[in-house]
């Protein structure tokens, strides 16, 4: 079954260093790979996504994520973090046309 | 959160009772989902509809109805035969279904007395 695992239930940095958020994900096939954020009682909003293509992803806030399929990861990443960038973050995967398969979450703080 | 608009923000609901959790897009998008958020859990698929007056039940369907009369709204409703009703809703839309991205509205926090 195609699904992701987020390892880190939580992840801390102080502001101005690298932030990682780890996922690996199982899938037969080519995957499809998603990463949301979402702030407290909010939605949620999409950084990135990888179809197929150049293994770095580039998406909105800065953010990057590295698509590696020989160890079947998608981490996302931030050369510089701000304390904004303070959330749920989401990995996901599409499992058919319609769904979505998505991590448990990892919460982001990034400290002053 | 784009063009999808949700309401109530919080809603109250007495045990037994009905209640209707409203979602509009005005992206144009076909394809609308049915999400539920629980700490610690991720989303989970409820319902999700491919186009007007067509819909399908996705995991976690039970105690939930949908209906899709117009392209733009896709409102669920949380029925009495819900058994753990309390959670965070979230609705989506894709301009298609496949490996179009997934938008979300700002969701619907439901809670049981």
């Known amino acids: 079954a195609q699904s992701v695992a987020q390892p880190e239930d939580q992840v801390n940095v102080a502001e101005g260093n690298p932030l990682t958020v780890k996922c690996t994900y199982s899938?037969?096939?080519?995957?499809?790979l998603f990463w949301y954020v979402q702030y407290p009682n909010r939605g949620l909003q999409f950084l990135l996504k990888?179809?197929?293509?150049?293994?770095l992803v580039k998406g909105s806030y800065g953010f990057e994520a590295e698509f590696n399929k020989s160890q079947t990861s998608f981490h996302l990443k931030k050369p510089s973090a701000l304390v904004s960038d303070s959330a749920l973050y989401f990995c996901?995967?599409?499992?058919?046309?319609?769904?979505?398969?998505f991590g448990a979450g990892t919460t982001v703080t990034v400290r002053a | 959160d784009g063009g999808i608009t949700q309401s109530p923000k919080y809603l109250f609901r007495k045990e037994g009772q009905n209640v209707t959790l409203s979602c509009e897009q005005n992206?144009?998008?076909?394809?609308m989902y049915w999400y539920r958020q629980d700490p610690g859990q991720g989303l989970r698929l409820i319902y999700y509809?491919?186009?007007?007056?067509?819909?399908q039940k996705g995991d976690i369907a039970e105690g939930y109805s949908v209906s899709r009369e117009k392209k733009e709204s896709f409102p669920l409703t949380v029925t009495s035969a819900q058994k753990n009703p309390t959670a965070f809703y979230l609705c989506?839309?894709?301009?298609?279904?496949?490996?179009?991205?997934?938008?979300f509205g700002p969701g619907t926090r439901l809670t049981v007395l």
């Open positions: 899938v037969s096939g080519n995957p499809y």
């Open positions: 509809s491919q186009i007007v007056n067509d819909f």
């Open positions: 996901a995967v599409r499992v058919n046309d319609y769904k979505l398969s």
């Open positions: 989506a839309s894709s301009i298609e279904t496949g490996p179009d991205t997934q938008y």
């Open positions: 990888y179809i197929t293509g150049d293994n």
């Open positions: 992206l144009n998008h076909d394809a």
